[in-house]
């Protein structure tokens, strides 16, 4: 363990010293929040993939599949076609609207295209519940890496975990983040490779994997679907890749490209990060429920815990310590992202739909002193479901994002009939109908058990299509909107 | 004719078939559905000038292909009993891995930067963009 702990602390060290770096390039909130906009390809690509994936691939992923089985993948596998889908659909509009207003948060993208507070402050709200919930999977991650490496208790490793990418938030904004992922991101990407191919050493070859864990658990286990079913793995698959045009933390990286003819590589090198970090899934969660079912480990008290066990058990120490670092900067960089993305909507979006007006450096300031408020906040809902399995709190967070915002954001930019009415219907039903139904969910409600439940599948998808349904329809039954002749520019591109 | 409205409508009858087939609980409905409401709203990213370059077009209907059969494959195959591997996998899952998560990124993410210059954006879209805006940028 003496290995793994010294290359986790160079690793830090080297994540602290870009974070200290971006400290001292941060001056104004355009630094601070969306990267002073001055940003490469590599930057945007790797940081897109870390958004998109981090500690929720690499803890939740293999815990969850060794739960469930294959059919997990559905949850990772959109990464070979979803980063395209965002830059096709979203890319060039969101950098060009970069160039004819002052634009660094999704709310803003929403009030420019509809001219709309009610639409624009229902926006922000969604992104700060789900910001939240997205922080809560990546603190959760944290805790469950750190816990068993220093021997430490779920709840304290959360409040270190917290305590950590706080001090690193305040001090670095998204600059660090972006940094930090591009670090990371590619290491973690090549790593993954190696530890994919250490699974396939001690499971014996994916062959043997597959006849051993159909013969001893069932073979719909290793069957496409695993053990959920075709719906809701279908429903997965469909949320978690045209679901990304919803994704706050993607849109935004849009803002920060400095050459727009450089959107075109980004979903490639993004995509192949992607795919390389869902071999690590595949293999994780699949060698140890091998390893589980033919007597040579316990069963797992908590799924989530498969990935330390590799690592622990099966991997050579020097990549064990390579992937606990790289995990945990990921979750520091994303957290750091997903934190200035929560605290962007506090003390931009919400003043602004107040007509109140403060300086850069005022909301330099109060952007530092929201993300030490939402902090607490993510360790009390971290407290609350972190144990529960943080590939599902991934997903509930990503289904937040995509029910409430994908259509109002995604067709919004692509279709000149969207109407302001339709966008604020669209953003409240996804948000409530999404939240409402997992929350009903978790809390075991009767009528959820009743009504859902039977239907065997996965909430966002659900409201992600009422939410689709919801804007168009509202869209054709109001009048047509007059658009400022800039917005018109945007989408005539 | 335009076209963005024309897909809207697509995507939106996708949508409609998909909530049906969610609540009536029909995987077979679903597969059929989902792909027009991803490849409709893909398409209409993919617009210009109201209408879709050749490689994008080609992009699109590959992908439409590649899951409408994938996962109707994948969903009429028997995955209750063992019968060997494919690749490392069981048949159907070897079409989930080999077909619907590695071809897309042929088909679709490396075309699309392959024909980015001619489909999507190029330095004359940019100098149509300020002509329309009034003003120079630095989109350049």
Redesign the interface.
């Known amino acids: 363990m003496s290995t793994v702990i010294t290359i986790i602390v160079i690793y830090m060290l080297i994540v602290l010293a870009i974070g200290f770096w971006a400290m001292k390039q941060t001056k104004n909130s355009s630094d601070f929040f969306v990267a002073g906009k001055q940003l490469g390809i590599i930057a945007v690509a790797m940081a897109s993939f870390s958004a998109a994936i981090s500690g929720y691939v690499f803890v939740g992923g293999p815990g969850l599949e060794y739960k469930l089985g294959?059919g997990t993948?559905w949850m990772t596998?959109p990464t070979?076609?979803s980063?395209?889908?965002a830059?096709?659909?979203?890319g060039?509009k969101m950098?060009?609207l970069a160039?004819?207003r002052d634009c660094m948060t999704v709310s803003d993208a929403i009030y420019a295209r509809y001219q709309s507070k009610g639409a624009s402050f229902l926006s922000a709200i969604a992104s700060l519940v789900g910001l939240v919930l997205y922080l809560a999977t990546q603190i959760s991650a944290f805790a469950f890496i750190l816990s068993p490496i220093f021997g430490l208790s779920f709840k304290a490793s959360v409040l270190i975990g917290m305590g950590v990418v706080l001090v690193y938030s305040v001090a670095g904004g998204m600059l660090a983040g972006v940094y930090t992922d591009v670090f990371q991101g590619s290491l973690m990407a090549v790593a993954s490779l190696f530890v994919f191919g250490y699974t396939l050493l001690h499971g014996g070859?994916?062959?043997n994997m597959?006849?051993t864990l159909?013969?001893k658990v069932?073979?719909?286990f290793?069957?496409?679907?695993g053990l959920v079913?075709?719906?809701l793995a279908?429903?997965w698959?469909?949320c978690l890749?045209?679901g990304i045009?919803g994704q706050p933390q993607i849109a935004h990286k849009f803002y920060m490209i400095k050459?727009?003819?450089k959107?075109?590589?980004g979903?490639?090198l993004a995509?192949?990060a992607g795919?390389l970090g869902?071999l690590l899934w595949l293999g994780v969660g699949l060698v140890i429920r091998y390893k589980v079912e033919i007597g040579e480990l316990a069963a797992l008290e908590n799924s989530d815990y498969a990935i330390s066990i590799f690592l622990n058990t099966y991997s050579p120490k020097i990549l064990a310590g390579i992937i606990y670092a790289g995990i945990i900067s990921a979750v520091m960089s994303t957290a750091d992202s997903f934190i200035n993305l929560a605290s962007a909507s506090i003390v931009r979006d919400m003043p602004k739909l107040f007509d109140k007006h403060i300086s850069s450096e005022e909301e330099l300031k109060y952007g530092r002193l929201a993300v030490v408020l939402l902090s607490i906040l993510t360790v009390i809902v971290s407290f609350i479901f972190g144990t529960k399995g943080i590939a599902i709190l991934g997903a509930f967070g990503w289904g937040t994002f995509a029910a409430a915002l994908a259509p109002a954001l995604?067709?919004g930019l692509?279709?000149?009939?969207g109407t302001k009415e339709g966008a604020f219907w669209s953003i409240l039903i996804g948000l409530v109908l999404n939240v409402g139904l997992e929350v009903s969910k978790r809390l075991g409600m009767s009528f959820y058990q009743d009504i859902f439940a039977p239907?065997?599948?996965y909430n966002g998808?659900?409201t992600l299509?009422?939410s689709?349904?919801v804007y168009?329809?509202v869209s054709y039954m109001t009048s047509e909107p007059e658009l400022d002749?800039?917005m018109?520019?945007?989408m005539?591109? | 004719m335009n076209q963005?409205?024309t897909w809207?409508k697509v995507?939106?009858a996708g949508?409609?078939l998909?909530?049906i087939?969610?609540?009536a609980?029909l995987?077979i409905l679903?597969?059929i559905s989902?792909p027009v409401?991803?490849v409709s709203?893909?398409t209409?990213?993919?617009?210009r000038k109201n209408k879709v370059g050749k490689g994008?077009k080609f992009s699109l209907i590959s992908?439409y292909i590649i899951w409408t059969v994938g996962?109707l494959a994948?969903?009429l195959m028997e995955?209750?009993?063992?019968n060997?591997?494919v690749l490392?996998?069981?048949p159907?899952?070897a079409?989930?891995i080999y077909g619907?998560?590695?071809l897309?990124?042929i088909f679709?993410?490396?075309v699309?930067?392959f024909r980015?210059?001619k489909d999507?954006?190029d330095?004359n879209?940019?100098v149509?963009?300020e002509k329309?805006?009034?003003h120079e940028?630095?989109?350049?």
Do not use: C
């Not at chain 1, 692509?414 to 009939?417: A, D, E, H, L, T």
């Not at chain 2, 209409?44 to 617009?47: F, P």
């Open positions: 294959i993948l596998f070979s076609i980063f395209t889908m830059w096709l659909i979203l060039k950098r060009f160039e004819t070859g994916m062959a597959t006849a159909a013969n069932s073979p719909e290793v069957g496409p679907f079913g075709p719906s279908i429903g698959f469909f890749s045209i045009v050459d727009v003819k959107l075109k590589w979903p490639a995509g192949l795919m869902g995604g067709i692509n279709w000149k009939r239907l065997k599948i998808t659900l299509v009422i689709i349904i168009i329809v002749h800039d018109r520019a945007v005539d591109s | 963005n409205d809207v995507l939106l949508a409609i998909m909530l087939a969610q609540i609980k995987p679903l597969v989902f409401v991803m709203w893909m209409l990213g993919a617009l994008l992908l996962f994948m969903t995955n209750s009993t063992f060997g591997t490392g996998f069981m159907s899952t079409i989930m619907v998560w590695l897309p990124y679709g993410t490396l699309y930067g980015f210059d999507y954006l330095e879209d940019i149509k963009f329309q805006l009034g940028t630095e989109l350049h």
